[in-house]
């Protein structure tokens, strides 16, 4: 039979480390059913017959975040063979607030301690076996970072699950609160697994709301143990949540105290404090951020990944592929419509999007050391005094800066933010910073119009931050989204050395997770636009047409080309472009290359493609193009996971809406104002446009009805109601 050891730890512990290390390559990433929090798991090394399941990182198994809710409902439903607790000795105080509630599930414990070679680089000693008995289960040490004591921890999980050996509980609450969880547990045996009743007894004890509707007890049991809830609140003047708390960190202190000896002299700052007293600094901060970010973007985007890129169209590009494919074809005897959608769909569109893929190895690679050094979470911690002047948690800034490699884990990351309204706005907002995937239309016009100016990416990270702050303001004011953000908590991991397979796994995942989308989507998408553009109806009925002007696509974009129209892009071309971005931001450089029938090499520094965009826009139309389809509705992809992530279909709409409408009047802006600033006459788009400015200057600059001072009343009002 099959052994699965649960992998549980706070986040920053060094589980991922671990379960990389004990899995190698067998490992299979997913969701969780029913949510998009990451799911990982797979077979320890050398043991066919062993499931690590990697639980995600989490402070405890109250139900505050969904990683919480997750992890909760997997150790209790879902009940594995034995835990592997992974408890970072640095800050084995706090850690062990998880570790007490693990163990008063039932279920055999390993507890191993990382990061003990930082313990004794500090001066600290740990006493292992003290600490087991305290704990009523086995403690061994570990440095995930070094591999050194993984795979002995995970082979004594495995040797207590193969025993079915469960803990001994140690003995946290005291006084009238062990009476009172005593009493509870037996009012609730037999209705409860044997092993739970010490967990149930306690979440019934702190009115756990998910637990109450699970057992759904009857009324009169409900009553009677409220009423020992209620005389222990008086007894000891707190609420029943706040004693359990209080009582388990006394007792992890008195458990630190015999087991844990810190270095006499305190005052010494560590690496990691000195560190932070430069890069967490009130004044050079954001300089300093600015700067190594500046840096990131320069080798990713810069001579070094444009190096990258020309050498991979050289190579795998151009003839090679595009000509290359015609001939072979040809030589075959294949069909004109054969060799016509491989060259010139499939080929062309997907060759398009390939040639960058390059650069974005590079980016994932530079952000994944940031992130493996631990310098990220001070980024949200410097970011959250600028957000928060505008509505937004520090946390936002998270999910938008992983949304600058792919809006889908971008999205995704929103999860970690514990508040459902500022969750819901990162949402709304994370898809205004132009991810990968838009990178090539960024590149395709800097190029074609204002002759590769490296101002027009930085304008368009710029229009993205902008739009999230203004976004910010606007949401704000309104009911929906009205109150302070949530205080923001998050702990600063030590620095440390970035591992190599952490860093080099992380950056092919996400290249991966961008070549997929090249490989599935973008084909699909462009053998659909081959089609489109090649067939249509003529005198001679329906067949392949010559001109695009009479193809099937060029009778749809003319359909609704006209919304556009004020925008300076109203033609069939744009529209369809538009549209297929859509599908996948990487879209709108194929499309274009299909329908300006492109028969070379088609990335989005390719001469012929560049010159073909120049004579079809100017340059305020062109401006104008390139920020709608940066800052409306993201690709498909994105969109399912905004749906996934809001697990509602009214806000959803209301998020996608959102985007394309601020879109839509930040690009007839731009359009319309330039258009009147460079000779252009005074219209009704020009009118429009005015109004559309009055508009949202109205909404930034309006009175908040719902400020602070209003929602605390209410809330004072509300609770004396309760």
């Known amino acids: 039979m099959e052994i699965k050891i649960a992998l549980a730890g706070n986040p920053n512990c060094g589980k991922t ?44 198994l109250s139900p505050y975040t969904l990683e919480e809710v997750v992890a909760r409902s997997y150790l209790v439903n879902e009940k594995p063979d034995a835990i592997l607790n992974i408890v970072d000795g640095t800050n084995i105080e706090r850690n062990l607030y998880l570790t007490t509630q693990l163990i008063e599930l039932g279920l055999p414990v390993v507890v191993a301690v990382n990061m003990i070679d930082l313990v004794r680089k500090n001066g600290d000693t740990i006493d ?39 803990v001994e509980l140690p003995h946290v609450f005291t006084g009238s609160v062990e009476h009172a969880l005593a009493h509870i547990e037996e009012s609730i045996q037999g209705k409860v697994d044997e092993g739970y009743l010490r967990w149930y007894a306690i979440k019934l004890f702190e009115r756990d709301e998910k637990v109450l509707a699970d057992l759904r007890l009857d009324k009169a049991l409900t009553e009677h143990l409220e009423e020992h809830i209620t005389d222990c609140e008086k007894e000891l003047d707190d609420d029943a949540e706040s004693i359990i708390t209080n009582q388990r960190y006394a007792y992890i202190n008195g458990v630190v105290t015999k087991a844990v000896k810190k270095k006499a002299d305190k005052q010494n700052l560590t690496t990691s404090d000195k560190i932070d007293r430069i890069v967490t600094n009130r004044v050079l901060a954001l300089p300093i951020f600015a700067v190594v970010m500046f840096l990131v973007y320069w080798i990713a985007m810069g001579p070094f990944g444009s190096f990258l890129t020309d050498w991979t169209n050289d190579v795998l590009g151009g003839a090679w592929l595009t000509d290359g494919s015609r001939t072979l074809l040809e030589s075959w005897g294949c ?54 002047k505008f509505g937004l948690s520090g946390k936002s800034f998270i999910p938008m800066l992983i949304g600058s490699g792919c809006g889908v884990p971008g999205v995704m990351a929103s999860r970690t933010i514990e508040n459902e309204r500022d969750r819901r706005m990162t949402i709304m907002t994370t898809c205004f910073v132009p991810c990968g995937a838009k990178m090539p239309i960024i590149g395709l016009f800097a190029g074609a119009i204002f ?34 953000p949530a205080p923001f908590v998050m702990e600063l991991p030590a620095y440390h050395v970035p591992s190599a397979n952490n860093v080099l796994r992380a950056t092919w995942e996400r290249g ?44 749809i974009g003319g359909a609704i080309c006209f919304i556009f129209a004020p925008l300076g892009f109203g033609d069939w071309q744009s529209t369809v472009a538009t549209i297929t971005g859509l599908i996948a931001k990487e879209n709108v450089v194929s ?52 749906k996934r992530e809001m697990n509602n279909a009214k806000w959803t709409l209301a998020a996608i809406g959102y985007m394309c409408g601020f879109a839509y009047l930040i690009s007839l802006m731009i359009y319309q104002f330039g258009r009147l600033f460079t000779g252009g006459g005074f219209g009704p788009g020009t009118v429009a446009a005015v109004i559309a400015l009055a508009f949202l200057v109205y909404m930034l600059f309006r009175k908040n009805q719902y400020d602070g001072s209003k929602l605390t009343v209410t809330a004072v009002n509300a609770a004396a109601a309760r």
């Open 128 to 166: 292992l076996a003290r600490l087991g008995a305290a704990l009523g289960c086995e403690v061994v040490e570990m440095s995930a970072l070094k591999g050194e004591g993984g795979m002995e921890a995970a082979g004594k999980a495995v040797a207590l699950a193969q025993s079915r050996k469960a």
């Open 451 to 484: 002759g590769g100016s490296g101002l027009v990416a930085v304008s368009a990270y710029f229009i993205g931050v902008a739009a999230i702050i203004f976004s910010g303001i606007i949401l704000k004011k309104t009911k929906a989204f009205s109150g302070d």
């Open 512 to 555: 991966w997770s961008f070549i997929k989308r090249a490989g599935t989507v973008i084909v699909a998408s462009s053998i659909v636009l081959w089609f489109l553009q090649g067939f249509g109806f003529t005198d001679g009925g329906f067949g392949m047409v010559e001109d695009n002007n009479n193809s099937l696509l060029a009778a």
């Open 17 to 60: 480390t671990l379960f990389n290390a004990l899995t190698g390559s067998n490992q299979y990433v997913g969701n969780w059913p029913g949510v998009t929090v990451e799911k990982k798991e797979g077979h320890l090394r050398g043991h066919k017959d062993v499931i690590i399941q990697d639980l995600p990182g989490i402070y405890s």
């Open 591 to 642: 499309t274009f290359g299909v329908l300006f029938r492109i028969g070379e090499e088609v990335a989005e520094d390719d001469s012929a493609l560049q010159a073909a965009v120049a004579l079809h826009y100017s340059g305020i139309s062109a401006y104008s193009f390139m920020v709608f389809n940066l800052l409306c509705a993201p690709c498909f992809a994105a969109m399912g996971a905004i």
């Open 335 to 388: 069909a004109e419509w054969l060799t016509g959608l491989v060259s010139d769909g499939i080929v062309a569109g997907v060759g398009a999007v390939l040639g960058f893929v390059p650069q974005m190895l590079v980016l994932f690679f530079m952000l994944s050391i940031l992130e493996d050094v631990g310098y990220m979470a001070r980024v949200a911690f410097i970011m959250d005094r600028i957000f928060r």
